[in-house]
């Protein structure tokens, strides 16, 4: 009998955590069942600033969420990008008001790119606390294809649009433009020369700002010249966990409604009309889920699909939340487009994933080349 051939590990894929995998994530679910409902999340988005402090305090000092991709030497726990992905899918159940995404996620990604280990001593391990949340300033008006700040002599210049977080951040990590090439700068919130400005956004659940410079002195810190292209493709991923995540709680919260919504003396849910959409609903969210998956998978391998995988994720995730958001929209009825309702927040949400960082669309060259067209 011939020896088989050893087989490659498996790629990770959602219902095989490993013990620790479903650990953490048992863990985010039952502090976010406490403490995440939509009472508290209405109030975070009136609070100023806009977010749960608490919230975020309980996940960092309980979970260690904002620890999970630091390094141990910097404070952190060592764990790779795959288990922040289980975190932000969580999250997006519940569009929690924390700042993963703009700090935990992009800035935190930033400084490690950037290798500057005086850095990322001074600043990792007091967000690997989650008692500094530190916000990536980067976009200009138009989007994040060009940097909205200017560099000379280490004083910065301009504003950076559509900053997550950036209305409570303590720190400020600004990409910027200098003589052609990419800069990264360390800066106070509250140094001189910085203007921050909440601004009015169609997704209520998540804060941004609009932050000037005025000739305001930064601290450089080293950054590789594919910085910007390794952020995007990091912030793709964790948007598609995020997309995945709020369109299971869409489906969960559609189903639990045509359930219980009666018509003509039954459950509209019993409807076979409405029975095939919530199937089609399920169906496109497991796909989704295991695109994104297998998109942070080739990320933390550096795979050499990697961009054909960020970028698959990235569309097909973008196009599953809006359709299913769309859907529980439509399933709900009149009820579910009125501001009492939590599923048009859902909605909104969905609809503003696919605009932060570069739209799904940037992403189908790679596609294209893959299928060498």
């Known amino acids: 009998m011939s020896t088989p051939e050893p087989q490659a590990p498996p790629l990770y894929s959602p219902g095989i955590d490993t013990e620790e995998q479903a650990a953490l994530r048992a863990s985010v679910a039952d502090v976010l069942r406490r403490q995440a409902g939509p009472d508290r999340l209405r109030s975070a988005m009136a609070a100023t600033p806009r977010t749960d402090r608490d919230l975020w305090a309980t996940l960092s000092g309980q979970v260690g969420v904002a620890a999970l991709s630091i390094p141990e030497r910097f404070g952190g726990v060592g764990a790779s990008l795959v288990e922040t992905h289980i975190v932000v899918e969580e999250l997006g159940r519940t569009l929690a008001a924390v700042p993963m995404l703009g700090s935990a996620v992009l800035a935190t990604q930033a400084l490690l790119h950037s290798r500057d ?32 700040v200017t560099a000379t002599g280490g004083l910065l210049t301009g504003t950076a649009h559509y900053v997550l977080d950036g209305e409570f951040a303590d720190v400020l990590l600004v990409i910027a433009r200098a003589g052609g090439q990419t800069t990264l700068h360390e800066v106070a919130a509250d140094a001189d020369g910085v203007t921050r400005r909440p601004v009015p ?20 810190i080293a950054a590789p010249a594919d910085l910007v292209e390794r952020l995007l493709a990091v912030g793709a991923v964790a948007l598609s966990a995020e997309q995945v995540g709020v369109a299971s709680a869409a489906l969960q919260r559609t189903v639990e409604y045509t359930s219980t919504r009666t018509q003509f003396g039954r459950p509209i849910g019993s409807f076979q009309a409405l029975k095939h959409r919530m199937a089609d609903m399920f169906a496109a969210v497991e796909t989704a889920r295991s695109v994104s998956y297998d998109a942070v998978d080739a990320l933390v391998r550096d795979s050499l699909d990697v961009d054909e995988a960020v970028a698959a994720a990235r569309m097909l995730c973008s196009d599953t939340v809006t359709a299913v958001a769309g859907e529980a929209v439509q399933m709900h009825g009149g009820i579910g487009i009125t501001w009492e309702h939590d599923v048009q927040l859902f909605f909104k949400r969905a609809h503003a994933t696919t605009l932060l960082l570069n739209r799904p669309w940037t992403h189908a060259a790679a596609i294209e080349t893959a299928a060498g067209l």
């Open 201 to 220: 956004v169609m997704d209520p659940t998540r804060s941004m700002a609009s932050i000037s410079f005025d000739e305001t002195p930064s601290t450089p």
């Open 117 to 148: 280990d005086d850095a990322c001593d001074r600043l990792l391990p007091a967000m690997a606390e989650g008692e500094t949340v530190a916000a990536l300033c980067w976009a200009d008006e138009a989007g994040w294809g060009r940097g909205g």
